[in-house]
């Protein structure tokens, strides 16, 4: 039999993109608020459908881009200071979880260091950052025939899965440094953990632990004054991707 595509039922995919950073010493993630339908008016993460001529790394990108004016960070480029860090976080494929058709989303975590406001664009008609922690008690609070305060599709799953993934990860690798200009001070670096892990740490604790931890931190060569009192000694990421030993996240 001849192949006829008009046999088989709709079906696309999406790219979706939790995006972190800290500000003011908050985890915060990019939201839009759809300007289409469906779920036109709720806030949603952004993303978009998967052109025809390019793969998911370039979607993400790509979305990345229109969002937020971030380029993705080239793991070979010298520049320490070149982009953001995007990878794939899981595959959401509930069979209801779009109303216009079949979709299947790979949603990727991107991460970068303070970012200033947001500019909507694509189907979006306004955007911002918001506090996780307001983010994921939307739907906690909203009852099932009014679900206007949570977030549209799936997205209050695909973004706690992508800060759980970001909490995971700054315990056994140097991706906290993401959230970091390319020099900065311990200081500066304990706040990123707080914000992501929500906990207060003793700051002489975590200075020995990750001065200590190799090829962690490299020092930068100079000092600042940027947060005030005594002028504190900057770092640079170093060359190690895994830690060892482990930045083990508190018990709450």
């Keep these: 039999m001849p192949y006829d595509p008009s046999a088989f039922p709709p079906f696309a995919v999406t790219v979706d993109l939790v995006v972190l950073t800290v500000r003011r010493d908050a985890l915060c993630a990019l939201v839009v608020r759809r300007g289409e339908q469906p779920y036109q008016g709720r806030w949603a993460l952004p993303g978009g459908f998967v052109r025809a001529d390019e793969d998911l790394t370039g979607a993400a990108a790509r979305e990345l881009v229109e969002e937020t004016g971030l380029c993705v960070h080239d793991p070979h480029s010298p520049a320490p200071d070149n982009g953001a860090h995007l990878e794939q976080l899981a595959t959401y494929g509930d069979p209801k979880r779009d109303p216009r058709m079949r979709v299947v989303s790979v949603a990727h975590l991107a991460l970068a260091p303070d970012l200033p406001a947001p500019r909507a664009g694509g189907d979006a008609n306004s955007a911002r950052?918001?506090?996780?922690?307001?983010?994921?008690?939307?739907?906690?609070?909203?009852?099932?025939?009014?679900?206007?305060?949570?977030?549209?599709?799936?997205?209050?799953?695909?973004?706690?899965?992508?800060?759980?993934?970001?909490?995971?990860?700054?315990?056994?690798?140097?991706?906290?440094?993401?959230?970091?200009?390319?020099?900065?001070?311990?200081?500066?670096?304990?706040r990123v953990y707080e914000a992501v892990w929500g906990v207060a740490l003793d700051p002489r604790n975590f200075h020995r632990k990750v001065t200590g931890t190799p090829g962690f931190l490299v020092p930068a060569g100079g000092t600042t004054t940027r947060q005030g009192g005594r002028p504190a000694q900057l770092f640079r990421a170093g060359g190690a991707t895994l830690l060892n030993p482990p930045m083990l996240r508190p018990e709450v």
């Excluded at 995971?168 to 140097?174: D, F, N």
């Design 129 to 190: 950052w918001a506090p996780v922690e307001t983010l994921l008690s939307l739907e906690v609070g909203a009852r099932d025939e009014d679900q206007s305060g949570q977030l549209a599709f799936d997205h209050t799953q695909i973004l706690a899965d992508g800060v759980e993934r970001a909490r995971s990860k700054i315990e056994y690798s140097s991706l906290a440094t993401a959230f970091c200009p390319p020099e900065f001070t311990v200081g500066e670096l304990r």
